[in-house]
């Protein structure tokens, strides 16, 4: 346990030297671009006359690098201020606290078993040390006798109403949602680390914006430390390390910028991503009394975990439906809709760190947390499982999935019928080129006996 602590708090501090760290990089790389390459170098040509001053090209350099870094700065903070004020974390449970004070508790009363044992030692010769022992020194109640047991908690009904209230949600195989024993909550149906569907979209901003930036930096202050290296003079220190820097956060924000987006695109998260190709999703699906369940169906609906408040709403059935491994229910049915969900629907907000991410407030089809693709619509439909018409309807994804199901049922189904529809289609198009070529033909009819005439 004090491992565990000493680990906490050192990932804590981590977590707030980094930004410092990274101020202080950005400070220091803005000092050497502007006073020593740009005032120096370019405005002042201090290298003895090496060159001419170089007005125009320091006062490009330095539009282009603020240009750059005002954007980076802006993210950065934004990134920082949902992270400290709304980071979208699932609160600790009443019982992690309550566990807390029984640890707190267990603590002290070793820590006074400690002292008096050593008082014993010092005092066994004195008569009235069974005396004062027996008072209870060392029991101070019946429940410090002995230090407390780890005790098993159970797991609270409580906070179990807002997921049978949905109609998907992830579960275990008891129909439940998911139990963190960490934090004594349970689990949401998606879950992150410190970048979360909250700050996701300023991650990816911070990065790109980042990574442009470094890229600039490295490119014009490679070609400086070439150029000052064909002169009879020392090569300034300031001038490698900044080149050093650029090199290795190139190399960094570039990669974690693309790894970002193509999570974006797949529309998952780093979590979710360390077992995409194996993961199998179990998802318990509100069953409608009006869905018509086909007899061959192999999965049975479940009854409710939590009971329903009478006169609120008839008791709701959930059937546990499991996806084909590496399917992924959050997909929307294309990169486009995922990256929309997570930047914005609109091009602007894929620049701009102001709105949050659409998926942190809208919901899925039929009450889910998040919105869901394809595969969900193809479980509800292969288990007879109809999308429920109360609160919002199906998604875009699901209705173009349905449509396109629908189309490929007909032609399996009817094969006449579309091959009489194909050759329907052929004569009217036979038709409209007959009519081109009269029409072509009358024309140049016309302009004969015209020209005759």
């Not at 990669?255 to 979710?272: D, F, K, P």
């Amino acid at each position: 346990m004090a491992k565990n602590r000493r680990e906490k708090i050192l990932n804590l501090w981590v977590a707030r030297i980094i930004p410092v760290i990274l101020i202080a990089l950005f400070s220091y790389a803005t000092w050497v671009v502007v006073d020593l390459v740009c005032v120096d170098y370019l405005f002042r040509s201090s290298l003895k006359n090496a060159y001419h001053t170089r007005r125009g090209a320091g006062i490009a350099i330095l539009v282009l690098y603020f240009v750059l870094l005002l954007p980076v700065l802006v993210t950065f903070a934004r990134l920082l201020q949902t992270i400290a004020v709304n980071p979208g974390y699932v609160p600790r449970g009443p019982q992690w606290y309550q566990q807390r004070q029984n640890k707190a508790r267990d603590i002290a009363t070793r820590k006074g078993k400690t002292q008096h044992t050593g008082r014993w030692m010092r005092e066994k010769e004195s008569p009235e040390s069974d005396v004062e022992m027996g008072r209870g020194g060392i029991v101070p109640n019946d429940r410090a006798a002995a230090p407390s047991e780890p005790q098993s908690i159970a797991q609270p009904s409580q906070g179990l109403e807002s997921f049978y209230t949905r109609d998907v949600f992830v579960c275990e195989s008891d129909g439940r949602p998911i139990w963190c024993s960490t934090c004594f909550n349970w689990k949401p149906d998606r879950v992150g680390g410190i970048v979360s569907m909250m700050n996701f979209k300023f991650f990816i901003q911070f990065l790109v914006y980042a990574a442009l930036y470094c890229i600039f930096v490295l490119v014009f202050m490679a070609v400086f430390v070439s150029e000052v290296q064909k002169q009879p003079v020392p090569l300034d220190t300031h001038f490698i390390t900044v080149l050093a820097l650029s090199s290795l956060f190139t190399l960094f924000t570039v990669g974690m910028a693309g790894s970002s987006i193509q999570l974006a695109l797949i529309n998952s998260t780093t979590v979710e991503n360390l077992n995409r190709k194996t993961k199998v999703w179990q998802l318990a699906v509100h069953v409608p009394q009006s869905s018509p369940q086909h007899a061959s169906n192999p999965q049975a609906p479940i009854p409710p975990m939590v009971p329903i408040p009478q006169g609120s709403s008839p008791p709701r059935n959930f059937a546990i439906l499991r996806t084909l491994p590496g399917e992924n229910p959050w997909d929307l049915g294309g990169p486009l809709r995922n990256l929309r969900t997570v930047m914005g629907d609109h091009v602007i907000d894929w620049f701009l760190p102001i709105k949050y991410s659409p998926i942190c407030h809208r919901e899925g089809a039929g009450g889910s947390a998040y919105p869901m693709g394809p595969v969900v619509a193809r479980l509800r439909r292969e288990n007879g499982i109809s999308v429920p018409r109360s609160g919002q309807g199906p998604s875009e994804s699901e209705r173009v999935s349905e449509r396109r199901h629908r189309k490929r049922r007909r032609r399996r189904d009817d094969p006449v019928d579309d091959a009489e529809s194909h050759e329907a289609t052929e004569s009217r198009r036979e038709e409209k080129r007959r009519r081109r070529r009269r029409r072509s033909h009358g024309g140049s009819a016309g302009s004969k006996e015209h020209t005759v005439r």
